[in-house]
């Protein structure tokens, strides 16, 4: 019986040399605070338009410590929670602006890797939205049909049980739909780009916590070791993003599990058919989600999304057996022929939930402090559309990415979460209203 890590998995396929931490005080063009895809994508772009911009990024632990280095590793089109939710906020028009411009993400993070010579394991592959009971395959249904809407083309395919289970031969699948995207391990992409944006000159601080940003005409970003004197800052803290005082009752962070196998054998590899490797992703909102490794693991993911009071963050939320209970019984559910499977890794990481399920990308009112968050759990592609957005907002463009996702802030500033307890007890109604309404759907 092998004994289960609880640290993240893809964190131990790549060791880390953390950059030196802030221990002076000095300035710069712009400042970023979050080491994650976000802040790393915007000071890539950034650089890219305007070379001679001196731009550092100062993270609290290391680039890719946070949601970045943990994800799961799809690549999807997917811009918030889901497609219904970014079609009742944003409108079919600009849903559809936004899911061409994150399809474009999902391409141009390969061209990117293999550019810069970045061993992140991309696998451009589809994966299969599946459904596992009726309630899921009217959701499936209802999917297709603005997945059709928002192309402009042909609605995808909706295959059957037995056409679904030719592609991943699980006997619990009754539906699927194909969706382009790719496989990555996040944590080598988010290192990877770390050290691409370091060679372009960025200088980046890591285990350095940001205590808070002081706004003004030169906006100050406070450390313990020395202070940032910026004229822009931006600020993408993604599940910390509530810890800023602007963000304090818009965000709310929601913990998601994942289990990793010892690497399969070959006869456990060929009970299951399984021959194009694609993700699989059940079509709900506490969906859970299964995709192989590099090395051919098995990555059990998702399940259920839990809340701490408070909005708890401290390191030992990341490993919860009563999550890991939930996904172990729904995995057997899916493959019973993979009984002797051996999870080696559970462990959890943080999501970044908005009131309207979708990104928010602006600035605060003075017009120097920028901030993009609210990936809700999807943020791969999106923060590479994200770090576009970002660099034209601040550098004063009017483009199709300056337009994309933005919402006029004061209408944000109407949708925020109460404070506790009211805000646990929401969670817990919210949750259950959303297991009712897709039991029903
Ligand atoms: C378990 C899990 C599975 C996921 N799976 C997928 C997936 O399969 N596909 C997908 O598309 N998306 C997935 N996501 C979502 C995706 O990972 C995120 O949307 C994306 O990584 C967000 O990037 P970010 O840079 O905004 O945030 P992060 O990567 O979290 O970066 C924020 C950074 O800010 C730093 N920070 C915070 N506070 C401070 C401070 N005070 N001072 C300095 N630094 C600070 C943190 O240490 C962190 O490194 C998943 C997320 C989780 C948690």
């Known amino acids: 019986m092998t004994s289960r890590k609880h640290v993240v998995y893809w964190h131990d396929t790549e060791s880390v040399v953390p950059s030196p931490p802030l221990r002076e005080d000095t300035g710069c063009d712009v400042a970023i605070v979050g080491g994650g895809y976000t802040g790393l994508w915007t000071a890539c772009f950034l650089k890219e338009a305007e070379p001679d911009l001196d731009i550092c990024i100062v993270e609290a632990k290391h680039c890719g410590y946070g949601a970045s280095g943990r994800a799961d590793g799809f690549v999807t089109p997917t811009i918030g929670k889901d497609i219904q939710a970014l079609v009742k906020e944003f409108g079919t028009e600009r849903a559809r602006a936004a899911s061409q411009a994150v399809g474009r993400s999902i391409l141009e993070i390969g061209r990117f890797l293999r550019r810069n010579g970045i061993d992140a394991e991309y696998e451009a ?38 056409q679904a289970q030719a592609v991943i031969g699980s006997p619990a699948l009754l539906g699927a739909i194909r969706t382009g995207g790719a496989l990555v391990n996040p944590f080598k992409l988010a290192r990877g780009l770390a050290r691409v944006v370091k060679e372009r000159g960025v200088t980046v601080y890591e285990n350095t916590p940001v205590l808070r940003v002081v706004p003004g005409a030169h906006p100050v970003v406070v450390t313990p070791g020395g202070r940032v004197t910026a004229d822009k800052v931006v600020i993408a803290a993604n599940a910390q993003q509530f810890t800023f005082a602007p963000f ?54 998702g399940g259920p999304a839990l809340y701490f009071f408070g909005r708890d963050l401290r390191k030992r939320r990341m490993n ?25 890794y559970a462990y959890g990481g943080a999501i970044d939930i908005t009131r309207d399920y979708a ?36 550098l004063g463009r009017d483009t199709e990415y300056a337009r994309l996702l933005y919402v006029d802030d004061r209408h944000r500033m109407a949708r925020r979460f109460p404070p506790e307890p009211l805000l646990s007890v929401g969670a817990q109604v919210t949750t259950r209203m959303l297991e009712r309404k897709e039991a029903r759907l």
């Open 125 to 162: 592959s589809d994966y299969l939205m599946v459904a596992t009971d009726q309630a899921q395959l009217r959701r499936l249904r209802e999917d297709r049909e603005l997945a059709g809407l928002i192309a402009g083309r042909d609605q995808p395919e909706l295959l059957n049980a037995a």
């Open 248 to 301: 304090r009752d818009r965000t709310v962070p929601v913990w998601s599990y994942a289990l990793v196998s010892e690497p399969l054998t070959d006869e456990q590899r060929g009970r299951i058919a399984w021959p194009g490797r694609e993700g699989m992703v059940e079509a709900k909102t506490f969906l859970t989600c299964a995709r192989f490794t590099a090395d051919n693991r098995l990555l059990w993911a």
């Open 320 to 344: 919860d057996p009563r999550a890991y209970r939930q996904l172990h019984t729904c995995f057997q559910r899916f493959f019973p022929m993979w009984q002797d499977v051996r999870f080696a």
């Open 359 to 394: 990104p928010h990308f602006g600035s605060l009112p003075a017009g120097n402090v920028f901030y993009g968050y609210g990936f809700n759990g999807n943020g791969i592609a999106a923060t590479h559309t994200g770090g576009k957005v970002l660099r034209d907002l601040m």
